[in-house]
């Protein structure tokens, strides 16, 4: 059972270090907590649904459907909602975002309905069983789709200059404006690719399960995944992600399923009180 | 001239006709609320009927239930508006309140009175602990502990049910204050009334001893509070017992008015109907939060009013009122959270006096 | 020989304060190296946040007046463009990028340049400042005030500006090193033709520099002239003592 156990928590949990990254993302650019992000799986799984179910596109037109619509989504949102905002309190910014979640939920319930909608690709739904163990084959292209995006980010953070302003920007804005970068631009940006990401964590977690207002809750367990990593730490975020993947699943088969969010809390309670810079986070930034 | 010259020359003005106004606004106050419940019972005013329509389509029930979300607003209006702590997790006093309900009332039968009491007891030492974190931690990083809190309060709240009770709810006696049994929507009011009042002018007391101005300036300069020599560290705790107590006990007026609870109302929508409805009334004005409250209430009877004009014809529009009337809610509520927060930060009570202030000016 | 930047009868404000800079006129020519004196708190770094579109940022606006660069009115222009049209600056406070490596920080400052030209300006920064190519690959954060000032001031110089803005480059640095940076600053003023605006609290280090001085207090021009001058004359105590004129009213 323990094998089967982690290895379903560690392929969730590498779609929560997708959607965790995103998440980190927007913080470390824009440094604000985005609580509309577990929404924002929600509308890549209904994204899903309208191109592949409702337009009948190909797959890979699907996909592209999402990724385009889902970054326009995002940067829409930072020019309308979040830029007007700029150096307000932080409670009318982390409020902005939660209003936004209420709006975004409301919309997709008046144009879908109430019911959860299946979702109709052509990933593979089959199982194949080694020593024992039931391995997905969903869940195995989950985590290998989420390992390859964390990578693509890795060496585009590494390597392009755009990845480059966009740590700068991260660590200062001020700093950032001096030295000639569009900061306005950057965050923009930011808020696109965290949009794409949550989106493309939605289109599995629709296809595991179903697309449905409810997928919101898991969504937002990205943010204590960030914490526990570490609200600063891009590898802590999908760190992370896996813990809160690992936890989850190991709470509901040993424990018991409702328990489950009940042991990721208490962990983020702690790590809050004792390492409030996460479990990878440097300690001078943890201080606010 | 300078908004301080201003303000100063206009006083004096302003002063003698505060002299009878005030006094006049407070007896048609009181005399309105008095009779609002009877408005809304007999559905109509002065002996003329009145038309749901023209009542919004709201119960004294409503009303009600706005009164015991208006202490939630106004205790959490006090926490974070007042003294500059942000919780997002203030339905888990909610929470709480309905536990303590339960121990004390369902369970051990004590009278009404004694629950109201413990309950507040209760709030006040979680509101203590969940304070706690903010010895260590600030901003964000405080917001987030509060909304961890949320969920361990909650699954505490489930667990006690299912281990006492069962799916379907905890269930709560009639509440009785000594003879005066509340059985009756009219008599929950006119006890809803009294104490909402009682919260109100306590807590804007409050505000004008040391301590309370102590909290807004640590709320605006927590190093120049520090350097006052007040004990910033104590002041937050304090604040979060006293707003805690009052959620507490809101939370257990709302079980007792409901007669059954579910650990699955206490939702995080739960908590953040309570900001939304501090933002929209206004953060840091007690006043405010009626005003939220009060929009809380109407905004779903006028849509149902909407809905029973428009439903019977078949355009889109009329589908979506009426089968789509909680989301529409959500939707509108949501939208005029965002658009206040851009564009009003104040809130309405912010808009109202910056209204106020630009009419005196005139009159001068 | 035309001027490089013209402030004209500036008025900047602050959220809910009086104004910060009250009708403020000042020139930088072409090529020239000028000082701006004054007190704590006299507008210094206001009117350099003016110039380079960061007021925004720090909830001011302009009240009245305009700022010219090469020509061009750039009042209320966006910062980062500014910087890629050739006016950069060293902020108060220097503000490098402490969590990347000192080449990453140079990297960003020569991010608008063409990909080709970027190896060649960092040489030329490097050369500039020996101390950064030996750290070059050391989080920014962890180096010295010294150090990091020059990095400031190399992030700056990276993109090869016509016009630099200077803010406080001596503030908690040792006399030596500051004396050493300022050698650098003007060695590089020669032979790239940089124009400088120096703004110091300390008068004695940037009048030794400057050929023109402006003293600033309490967000007005108290007076303006060749640096020897303004340097022997009675305003300038005046200015740092708070002696000089009667306190601008509000508004
Ligand atoms: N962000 C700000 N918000 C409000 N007032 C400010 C701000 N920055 C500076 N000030 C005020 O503007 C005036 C000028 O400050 P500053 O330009 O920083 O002076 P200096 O750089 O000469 O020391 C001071 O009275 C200061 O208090
Ligand atoms: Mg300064």
């Known amino acids: ?288 | 001239m300078s908004g301080e010259q201003a303000a100063v020359s206009a006083a004096p003005a302003v002063r003698p006709a505060r002299g009878w106004r005030a006094p006049v606004l407070l007896v048609l106050g009181v005399a309105a609320a008095c009779y609002l419940p009877f408005i809304l019972t007999e559905r109509a005013i002065f002996g003329v009927r009145l038309s749901n329509m023209q009542l919004l389509n709201i119960g004294l029930t409503q009303v009600n239930l706005m009164m015991i979300t208006l202490l939630g607003a106004l205790s959490l209006n006090y926490l974070t508006g007042i003294a500059g702590l942000i919780s997002i997790g203030h339905a888990a006093f909610y929470a709480m309140g309905a536990m303590a309900g339960a121990v004390f009332g369902t369970q051990l039968g004590l009278p009404f009175p004694v629950v109201l009491a413990g309950s507040a007891l209760v709030g006040a030492a979680t509101g203590v602990v969940a304070g706690l974190p903010s010895l260590r931690v600030r901003g964000l990083y405080f917001v987030l502990s509060t909304f961890a809190l949320h969920y361990i309060v909650v699954f505490m709240l489930s667990e006690y049910q299912f281990r006492f009770f069962d799916v379907v709810g905890i269930p709560f006696e009639e509440a009785t204050l000594g003879t005066f049994v509340l059985d009756t929507p009219l008599r929950w009011y006119f006890f809803l009334l009294v104490l909402c009042v009682l919260v109100y002018v306590g807590l804007r007391n409050s505000l004008r001893t040391r301590e309370g101005r102590a909290m807004m300036a640590m709320r605006d300069h927590e190093l120049a509070a520090s350097a006052a020599g007040i004990d910033v560290r104590i002041l937050r705790l304090k604040a979060f017992a006293c707003s805690s107590a009052i959620a507490a006990v809101a939370g257990t007026l709302y079980s007792y008015y409901m007669t059954n609870v579910n650990a699955e109302f206490f939702t995080i929508d739960f908590a953040i109907q309570f900001v939304a409805i501090i933002i929209i009334g206004g953060m840091g004005s007690l006043a405010g939060s009626l005003v939220g409250a009060a929009v809380w209430l109407l905004l779903p009877a006028v849509i149902t009013g909407f809905a029973a004009q428009i439903g019977s014809t078949d355009s889109a529009f009329g589908t979506l009122l009426t089968e789509s009337k909680p989301q529409l809610v959500n939707l509108i509520f949501g939208s005029l959270v965002i658009v206040l927060l851009i564009f009003a930060p104040g809130g309405i009570a912010g808009i109202g006096r910056s209204l106020r202030d630009r009419l005196s000016v005139r009159v001068r | 020989m035309a001027a490089m930047l013209e402030v004209e009868g500036l008025s900047v404000g602050y959220a809910r304060k009086g104004l910060a800079l009250d009708d403020v006129s000042l020139v930088v020519p072409t090529g020239g190296i000028v000082a701006l004196l004054g007190a704590n708190g006299a507008g210094k770094t206001t009117l350099i946040r003016t110039i380079t579109g960061l007021l925004p940022m720090h909830n001011g606006r302009v009240a009245q007046g305009r700022v010219r660069f090469a020509g061009v009115d750039i009042t209320g222009m966006a910062a980062h463009r500014l910087v890629r049209l050739g006016l950069a600056q060293v902020p108060e406070g220097r503000l490098i990028f402490k969590q990347l490596s000192v080449e990453e920080n140079l990297q960003v400052g020569a991010a608008f340049l063409p990909r080709g030209k970027v190896a060649e300006r960092l040489e030329a920064v490097f050369a500039l400042f020996p101390r950064l190519r030996e750290r070059r690959r050391q989080a920014a954060g962890l180096m010295s005030g010294g150090e990091q000032q020059m990095l400031a001031l190399g992030r700056a110089l990276i993109g090869g500006p016509r016009l630099l803005l200077v803010d406080e480059l001596s503030l908690g640095l040792a006399p030596l090193i500051v004396e050493a940076i300022y050698q650098q600053l003007m060695s590089v003023g020669e032979t790239l033709g940089t124009a400088m605006l120096i703004v110091e609290q300390n008068a004695h280090v940037a009048l030794e520099y400057a050929q023109t001085a402006y003293i600033l207090d309490r967000g007005r021009i108290a007076m303006s002239g060749d640096a020897a001058t303004v340097g022997a004359s009675s305003a300038i105590a005046d200015a740092y003592l708070g002696l000089a004129g009667e306190v601008p009213a509000d508004v």
């Open chain 1, 1 to 288: 059972m323990l094998p089967q156990v982690l290895f379903s928590g560690l392929a969730l949990g590498s779609i929560y270090g997708l959607v965790a990254l995103g998440f980190a993302l927007v913080f470390k650019a824009t440094d604000v907590l985005n609580f509309a992000q577990g929404m924002f799986v929600v509308v890549g799984a209904f994204l899903a649904v309208t191109a592949g179910t409702q337009l009948h596109l190909p797959f890979a037109l699907t996909l592209m459907f999402i990724v385009v619509a889902a970054a326009l989504i995002g940067a829409a949102i930072q020019a309308l909602l979040i830029r007007p905002l700029t150096g307000r309190s932080m409670l009318s910014i982390i409020m902005v975002t939660i209003a936004l979640s209420i709006v975004l939920r409301a919309l997709i319930e008046i144009i879908f309905g109430p019911q959860p909608r299946a979702l109709t690709t052509p990933m593979p739904t089959g199982v194949f069983i080694v020593e024992g163990v039931r391995i997905s084959q969903l869940h195995m292209l989950a985590a290998g789709v989420s390992w390859l995006c964390l990578g693509l980010f890795a060496l585009f953070f590494r390597f392009t200059t755009f990845g480059l302003q966009m740590r700068a920007t991260a660590n200062g804005h001020e700093a950032a404006l001096v030295s000639g970068i569009n900061v306005d631009f950057v965050n923009r940006v930011a808020w696109a690719i965290g949009s794409v990401l949550a989106a493309i964590g939605g289109l599995f977690l629709a296809q595991l399960q179903l697309a449905s207002t409810e997928l919101e809750g898991i969504g937002l367990l990205a943010l204590p995944a960030v914490v526990i990593g570490g609200l600063q730490s891009i590898p802590g975020a999908i760190i992370g992600g896996l813990l809160v993947g690992l936890i989850e699943q190991l709470a509901s088969s040993y424990v018991s399923p409702r328990s489950a969010d009940i042991f990721v809390y208490t962990l983020l309670l702690l790590v809050l009180m004792v390492r409030p810079w996460g479990l990878f986070g440097q300690r001078e930034l943890g201080r606010v």
